[in-house]
């Protein structure tokens, strides 16, 4: 048996990454912090796909409701650490609790699911770990410093995890998505998504949620690729 942990899925990028893998023929583990339902239709198209679904409701900030989770995992073989919230807001706007709130969703959570999953994919004799960055983790959003800083600080992580982890047989990739067709960017109108791709993406459109699944699947089965930053941009960052 081989179980993938996919953590924040009940929406968006996190769920089309599931699913990817309920086809790619894996068991599919994953969680949600809200969205009962959303959850739901995960699981429910995860086992459409093929899978078993196993939904765990967790916060990746957590450090006991990951341990927990994890104590729960068989066949652990993948891990990718999803979850994570943005943040609009001038700096001299931002709050040391909001500015926290992102660190502690986007940079300790996958430092936390990491760390439980060690033990769990040595014990199977390797595995790999796909982060999910952005490219204003690389090049940085006016407005968006704490989401920019947390998402660099997990390409860092996955450089750095990479190094310690290959010699015991765990890779560790990230993607880094330009803008993607979800409900995080739901606070911007259409007029202002179109604006934005029309000037800074040269493939001249969004990404979708499954482009992204398609490049964490590739980067998942891949042998002989460690530390290695995907970008899912449309070249919007090059
Ligand atoms: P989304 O808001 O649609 O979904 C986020 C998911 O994470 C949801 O399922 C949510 O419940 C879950 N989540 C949030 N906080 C959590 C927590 N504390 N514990 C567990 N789960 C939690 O966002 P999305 O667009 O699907 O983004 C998914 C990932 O891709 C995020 O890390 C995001 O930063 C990254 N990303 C998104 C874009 C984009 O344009 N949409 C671009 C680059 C990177």
């Known amino acids: 048996m081989s179980?993938?942990?996919?953590?924040?899925?009940?929406?968006?990028?996190?769920?089309?990454?599931?699913?990817?893998f309920a086809e790619a023929g894996h068991d599919v583990a994953f969680c949600f912090s809200k969205d009962k339902a959303g959850a739901e239709e995960?699981?429910?198209?995860?086992?459409?796909?093929?899978?078993?679904?196993?939904?765990?409701?967790a916060d990746v900030s957590d450090e006991k409701q990951v341990e927990e989770m994890f104590s729960a995992l068989l066949g652990l073989e993948i891990v990718v650490n999803?979850?994570?919230?943005?943040?609009?807001?001038?700096?001299?706007?931002?709050?040391?609790?909001d500015w926290e709130r992102v660190f502690a969703v986007n940079?300790?959570?996958?430092?936390l699911c990491t760390r439980a999953a060690i033990p769990k994919l040595l014990k199977r004799g390797g595995g790999c770990i796909v982060n999910v960055s952005s490219m204003w983790g690389e090049a940085?959003?006016?407005?968006?410093?704490?989401?920019?800083?947390?998402?660099?600080?997990?390409i860092g992580f996955t450089k750095a995890a990479a190094k310690e982890l290959a010699p015991s047989g765990i890779r560790v990739n990230c993607v880094a998505p330009g803008i993607i067709d979800t409900e995080m960017n739901a606070h911007?109108?259409?007029?202002?998504?179109?604006a934005f791709v029309c000037e800074n993406v040269p493939?001249?459109?969004?990404?979708?949620?499954?482009?992204?699944?398609?490049?964490?699947?590739?980067?998942?089965?891949?042998p002989y690729i460690t530390g290695e930053v995907l970008r899912v941009n449309g070249g919007a960052v090059i």
């Open 82 to 97: 999803n979850a994570g919230i943005s943040l609009f807001s001038e700096i001299a706007k931002t709050s040391l609790s």
């Open 107 to 111: 940079v300790r959570g996958a430092f």
């Open 3 to 20: 179980t993938v942990l996919v953590t924040g899925a009940s929406r968006g990028i996190g769920r089309e990454i599931a699913v990817a």
């Open 42 to 57: 995960t699981a429910r198209l995860i086992r459409a796909a093929g899978g078993e679904a196993l939904p765990f409701f």
């Open 188 to 194: 911007l109108s259409r007029e202002e998504r179109e």
């Open 140 to 154: 940085g959003a006016s407005c968006e410093s704490a989401y920019s800083a947390s998402k660099a600080a997990l």
């Open 203 to 222: 493939l001249l459109r969004e990404g979708t949620a499954g482009e992204v699944a398609r490049a964490v699947l590739f980067l998942a089965k891949h």
